[in-house]
C-alpha cells in the first residue's frame, strides 16, 4: 500500500518475523472500513502498542496511527 493511500480499520491479526535473517518486521492485518483486509507495516512502537480489535487508521502521507 502506498504511502499516500489512506485508510481506516481494526486490526484483526498482529505478526512479527525475520524474512532476511537480519531486519525484524512487524506488521499488522487490518480489516479495512469497506471489509477488505490488508496487511501492513508498522513501527515496533506503534506494533507493541496495538491489540487484536483496536482501530488503527492512516491518512495521505503520514504514517499509521492509533485510532
Do not use: T
Not at 506488521?27 to 506503534?46: A, C, I, S, W
Amino acid at each position: 500500500m502506498a504511502n499516500e493511500d489512506a485508510w481506516a480499520g481494526v486490526v484483526v491479526k498482529k505478526s512479527r518475523a525475520m524474512f532476511d535473517g537480519s531486519n525484524l518486521y512487524r506488521k499488522l492485518e487490518v480489516e479495512l472500513d469497506n471489509g477488505e483486509k490488508q496487511n501492513v507495516k508498522v513501527p515496533r512502537g506503534l506494533w507493541k502498542e496495538l491489540e487484536v480489535g483496536d482501530r488503527v487508521s492512516k491518512e495521505a502521507g503520514a504514517d499509521a496511527r492509533r485510532g
